[in-house]
């Protein structure tokens, strides 16, 4: 079989790229760093049916996606463009975008730490026994972690901080995290970016719940009434409270003034004689009172029907077929 050139792969890659953008509207965005190609092919199987994962150079991808946007007019993919930095691939899915998020996230593989590393997250080295020998100290020692000899084997007495997230991990580190077995990072596939229909945002959306986006609208519809009310702009959300104030103003001035009008009588009339605002008040208090008794004697009457039912003559015998 004749192998295929370098100008036919490319071909038949960007080819392929206006295939799937074409059949695709969804494409997830993840960074590939430290990710091996066993652990690639296992993602590939897992997500086999509704996403197809795509790897290959930035500038053969963006030129793709250039032409394509050229040829067909579909400028939304070409927001596509600023997120292919960096070592990339492209999930093209019809799936539902936060289930294929999370399917990705269970291909995470352990990885030893090696020199020169930068350090995803802090490593600490937690007290225990290591099992190594007393031979092995020098390697406790250089890195100031304390130890103690016990049954002919180091311990370690304290947890230690070993590396923080963002260093380069030492030789001295690795060494040291190799003879204990620790393999501390782990890697995967990592969403970095979200294109749907053109539009692109951050992964974090889609970890947002039906009470969250209320809360946020909640909180929207707040900010619109309070700019509404301060610069005195009429809109829906702040016609209510409008209202209520405009009344405010227009009872404070019947109350210091003869002008009266139907709402504001009553107020003006308890103001007058606040006993009149006391009785009201014990009149509201009980009708619900009342209410409540009503509910309590309907309980009751239930009750005793119920009980009056139970007793009832079942031919010379009880319930129970005794006489």
Do not use: W
């Not at 997830?28 to 897992?46: C, E, H, M």
């Not at 009266?260 to 009339?269: D, G, I, N, Y």
């Amino acid at each position: 079989m004749v192998k295929a050139t370098k100008a036919e792969k490319k071909i038949a890659y960007d080819a392929k790229l206006c295939q799937l953008i074409d059949e695709f509207t969804q494409i997830l965005v993840v960074a590939a760093d430290n990710v091996g190609s066993t652990q690639l092919q296992n993602i590939r199987k897992g997500l086999r049916g509704d996403s197809v994962v795509l790897m290959g150079k930035n500038t053969m991808m963006k030129r793709s996606v250039k032409i394509h946007a050229e040829n067909t007019g579909n400028t939304g993919i070409l927001n596509l463009m600023p997120l292919l930095q960096g070592n990339v691939g492209l999930i093209f899915t019809k799936g539902d975008l936060k289930e294929v998020s999370e399917e990705v996230a269970k291909y995470k593989v352990g990885a030893p730490a090696r020199v020169g590393l930068v350090a995803p997250i802090d490593v600490v080295v937690q007290p225990g026994n290591t099992g190594l020998d007393p031979s092995q100290t020098s390697f406790f020692q250089v890195l100031n972690i304390p130890t103690k000899i016990n049954k002919g084997t180091v311990e370690i007495i304290t947890p230690v901080e070993l590396i923080k997230q963002g260093d380069k991990v030492g030789s001295s580190e690795a060494a040291l995290l190799a003879k204990l077995g620790i393999r501390p990072f782990s890697y995967g596939l990592v969403v970095q970016s979200v294109y749907d229909n053109g539009s692109v945002f951050s992964p974090e959306v889609l970890d947002l719940t039906e009470d969250d986006l209320v809360q946020k609208f909640a909180a929207g519809i707040s900010m619109v009434t309070s700019l509404a009310l301060a610069i005195s702009y009429p809109t829906l959300a702040a016609a209510p409270h409008m209202f209520i104030n405009a009344y405010k103003n227009a009872l404070a001035i019947s109350v210091a003034t003869e002008y009266t009008f139907p709402q504001a009588e009553k107020v003006k009339e308890f103001l007058k004689d606040p006993s009149k605002f006391a009785v009201a008040v014990a009149a509201v208090s009980a009708d619900a009172g009342g209410g409540a008794s009503a509910g309590a004697a309907k309980v009751e009457e239930k009750k005793e029907v119920v009980e009056e039912s139970d007793e009832e003559d079942y031919g010379g015998f009880d319930m129970f077929g005794e006489e």
